[in-house]
């Protein structure tokens, strides 16, 4: 115990030293306190006293006060600033603490004491977190008042957010501290790290846009389907009307208008098979597409999974925080009935199948929520350990 | 200089029965040696060990390291540092010295190793705990003041806040830093950050101290301070291991020494045993005039018997040896040429000159303008000196000579079939694979040969 404690003395000493903490620290303060000058009433966006009269946000529907703060939390709040802006600043104050720690002269001094290696690599770097978990914290806290206080809403979710960026940081903080021990160089093992987290961005891109055209080939076979069940539901119907309209148009009685009826219907039939045979291979052209895909798709997943989710675990909060239901109460509609495709009295609607955007952002943003809590936060813990697991044994056997 | 604090007496001797436990249960902390330890020893001779080693602080047999990269640092070293002594590890640069302190440090594992500590394995980690070190080259956060170098350290070997508040003014009197207790070690000089190692190393109240070159960059008055603080604490009963260069400085405070060349202990013992069959009386003399020299004996090495370099022979020593033979005191048994031969005495650098046998038994020799006797009895001298006073040779001086430890460390390093003496780490005679120079102070073996191994003659040297 009273080795822990030295070291966490030390490292706040170091940290204490840097000035980084404390800068890094400030600024946090001062984004909280920015976030808290903005607000919104019914003319649009409200900076301090004045109001600018840009009613971007304000006049979706379900957009409240409340629902303002929360997304500007975690639009702004969690995805900039603590995912981007504060961790980088983390990464760049912990960086030096492995290569510091290996440096000849010093890391004699702490290895010839009677303390384990390996606790005394994961004691340094519990301590790294615990400076990311500091900075998170202070923010989380703030932010939480300015909810609170501006917004009105007492959300205690929003501290899910300090567990979560740590989370998210210490993946990278990680492979940083491996990469600390293996070039005993900050910069390197700095470079290296955010070359990392770049190469992870760039496989969450790839998912994403892969997973686009997946999802909209899914879609527009879907909606085919649809009208395609909608349309053969349809002939069965100017079928058996069609027996009717014959009976009548073929007895003594029969009128022109009768007759008119018949041709009518058997235009309206001839007219829905050939938009079944259309929709037919409609469907056949996009399972072919989609089929092009699919593979590519599924090998990014393939790859990312063993990775850390960083994007994903970051979005964990907002799925939480912002559950499915409000969301599409915001974003609009969200089950529209496949009726759209056909009119009131059965008429096919000539319109493109292609989803719209907004219904491809829904679908993208479905199929990341489909995606296990297990999945996002097992997998990139396992990668974590292995990690960690990996520099731990570096660390015990190496002669310094 | 103010005492240390907290002083205590020579400590208990451990019990022999525990010692021997230790020892058999695994020789060495490094992972390899807990496996090695102890291996092709009956348990008859395990505890014939322990006995003996139950007074020693440290005890170790066969410590071997091959660094990655194939560089084979020691070979096979064998040393006891008994309690309460202070030993001083001598070699050249890069014989492999800090290797074994961090060794026993636990900073570096050793390929092999068996032996013990203040009666635990070597490696046990809570024996550290008792075990103050210097390293050579440390360097302390600089964002720390000498206090709370003092303060961290101590509470890393797990001593309790109390205990070191109460110690580290103390600590820091010993060393003349208190009054710069509250500055930032970033702004000491080399000097003052070596006297804060040294107090740091004491700051736990260790029962073995090792501190490797501990007067690096220290200036005279603090050298002196330091051997003081030796001195120190050897009275009070712990054992100091000391690593340095400083051979003069060794030799001032160090009981024991041993000489590490190559990564093989090459003498260890007492300076005392070390030197004994290495003294000496020292003729000094003046040659009459028209003293003749004649070639193919030897070669002038300058001063009173000519200009250096000019052939020395039988009628030179006309005015020494024979003229002692004439007399019938001296007699020469072997006059012999040693360009190429064996020396007189193992290990002394090569010189030329001229050796031969008293009646008594000791040997003689004439190097130059002086005539050396191997001996330590004064009486032994007298005949010769009476032989050159009747030749009418001037005496210019009589004076008995021990070997300074300089002596012994230059002839362990000496190469004895070349004369030359080894260059510090220049050798990658038994590199296996290229290095990438990772560590720098160890600069890996030097060339040739060591005083009792010439078995690694690479291509290097």
């Known amino acids: 115990m009273t080795q822990t404690w030295a070291l966490l003395v030390d490292a706040y000493r170091e940290l204490n030293a840097k000035k980084l903490f404390w800068i890094t620290l400030a600024l946090s303060g001062l984004v909280v306190a920015a976030t808290a000058c903005i607000g919104i009433n019914e003319r649009g966006i409200e900076l301090l006293v004045w109001t600018l009269d840009a009613p971007v946000n304000t006049t979706l529907p379900g957009m409240t006060e409340e629902r303002f703060y929360k997304e500007l939390f975690i639009n702004f709040g969690l995805g900039i600033w603590l995912t981007w802006i504060a961790t980088v600043l983390g990464l760049v104050s912990t960086a030096a603490i492995f290569p510091d720690f290996v440096s000849g002269g010093s890391i004699e001094m702490s290895l010839s004491k009677p303390i384990s290696r390996t606790r005394l690599f994961l004691t340094k770097y519990a301590l790294g977190l615990l400076f990311m978990t500091l900075q998170v914290t202070v923010f989380t806290v703030a932010s939480f008042l300015v909810l609170g206080l501006r917004g009105g809403v007492w959300e205690f979710g929003v501290f899910l957010a300090i567990p979560l960026v740590v989370l998210f940081f210490s993946y990278l903080f990680s492979v940083c501290a491996l990469l600390g021990l293996l070039t005993r160089s900050t910069i390197a093992s700095l470079l290296l790290t955010i070359l990392f987290w770049f190469l992870l961005f760039i496989l969450n891109a790839a998912d994403a846009g892969l997973m686009q055209p997946v999802l909209q080939y899914e879609q527009e076979i879907e909606n085919r389907r649809a009208a395609m069940a909608n349309a053969e539901a349809r002939i069965e119907r100017l079928e058996a009307a069609q027996v009717e309209l014959r009976e009548r148009a073929e007895s003594a009685d029969a009128r022109p208008s009768d007759r008119q009826a018949l041709a009518d219907n058997e235009r309206s039939l001839d007219g829905t098979s050939k938009f079944v045979e259309r929709a037919e291979s409609g469907i056949e052209r996009a399972e072919e597409s989609k089929a092009t895909w699919e593979p590519w798709h599924e090998a990014v997943v393939a790859i990312k999974t063993p990775l850390p989710k960083t994007g994903e675990t970051i979005a964990l909060l907002e799925r939480w925080l912002i559950d499915a239901a409000s969301l599409r109460e915001m974003r609009g509609d969200w089950d529209e009935s496949m009726e759209e495709f056909v009119t009131e009295d059965g008429e096919p609607v000539n319109r493109s199948f292609d989803p719209d955007q907004r219904d491809q952002q829904r679908a993208i943003e479905e199929e990341y929520r489909s995606r296990s809590v297990w999945w996002v936060l097992g997998t990139s813990v396992a990668f974590e350990v292995v990690v960690l697991l990996v520099a731990t044994v570096v660390f015990v056997r190496r002669d310094f | ?461």
């Open chain 2, 1 to 461: 200089m103010p005492g240390v604090p907290g002083v205590r007496g020579v400590r208990g001797v451990r019990g022999v029965r525990e010692v021997a436990r230790s020892v058999e249960s695994g020789a060495c902390g490094s992972e390899e040696g807990r496996r090695l330890g102890g291996e092709s020893r009956g348990a008859g001779g395990e505890e014939r060990r322990a006995m003996a080693s139950a007074a020693e602080a440290i005890s170790v047999m066969g410590v071997d390291k091959t660094y990655r990269g194939g560089v084979h640092a020691l070979r096979g070293v064998d040393l006891n540092v008994h309690r309460g002594e202070v030993f001083g590890l001598l070699g050249p640069n890069g014989a492999g010295k800090s290797t074994l302190i961090k060794v026993l440090m636990t900073v570096i594992r050793a390929s092999r190793c068996a032996g013990q500590m203040l009666g635990k394995p070597v490696g046990h980690k809570p024996t550290l705990a008792k075990v103050g070190y210097l390293p050579e080259h440390h360097s302390f956060p600089g964002y720390l003041t000498g206090e709370q170098v003092l303060d961290f350290y101590a509470a890393m070997t797990g001593m309790k806040r109390s205990e070191r508040k109460r110690r580290i003014t103390p600590m820091l009197e010993l060393v003349n830093m208190h009054e710069w207790a509250g500055e930032r070690v970033r702004s000491y000089s080399k000097g003052m950050r070596q006297r804060v190692g040294i107090a740091q190393a004491l700051m736990h109240d260790p029962e073995l101290v090792l501190l490797d070159e501990p007067t690096d960059g220290v200036d005279p008055v603090g050298r002196r301070d330091i051997r003081d603080v030796v001195l120190r604490l050897k009275e009070e009963g712990r054992a100091v291991f000391l690593n340095s260069h400083l051979l003069s400085e060794l030799e001032m405070v160090t009981d024991r020494v041993a000489i590490l060349v190559q990564g093989k202990v090459a003498m260890q013992g007492t300076i005392d045993e070390l030197t004994r069959d290495k003294r000496r009386y020292e003729v000094e003399v003046e040659l009459p005039e028209g003293v003749g020299v004649a070639d193919g004996v030897g070669r002038v090495e300058g001063g009173a018997l000519g200009d250096a370099g000019e052939p020395l022979s039988g009628e030179a020593l006309g005015g020494l040896l024979p003229l002692a033979l004439e007399r019938g005191e001296l007699e020469v048994s072997a006059v012999e040429e040693r360009r190429s031969g064996t020396p007189p005495t193992a290990g002394l650098p090569r010189r030329e000159g001229l050796t031969g046998m008293l009646d008594s038994g000791e040997r003689v020799e004439v190097e130059g303008h002086r005539v050396r006797v191997w001996t330590e009895e004064a009486k032994v001298v007298e005949p010769v000196i009476d032989a050159l006073r009747a030749q009418g040779v001037t005496l210019r001086s009589v004076r008995p000579v021990r070997p300074s430890l300089e002596e012994l460390f230059m002839e362990a390093v000496t190469n004895l079939r070349t004369g030359e003496t080894l260059k510090p780490g220049a050798a990658a005679a038994d590199r296996k694979g290229g290095r990438k120079g990772k560590r720098r102070d160890e600069g890996g073996p030097v060339s040739g040969a060591g005083a009792d191994s010439n078995a690694v003659e690479g291509g290097a040297a």
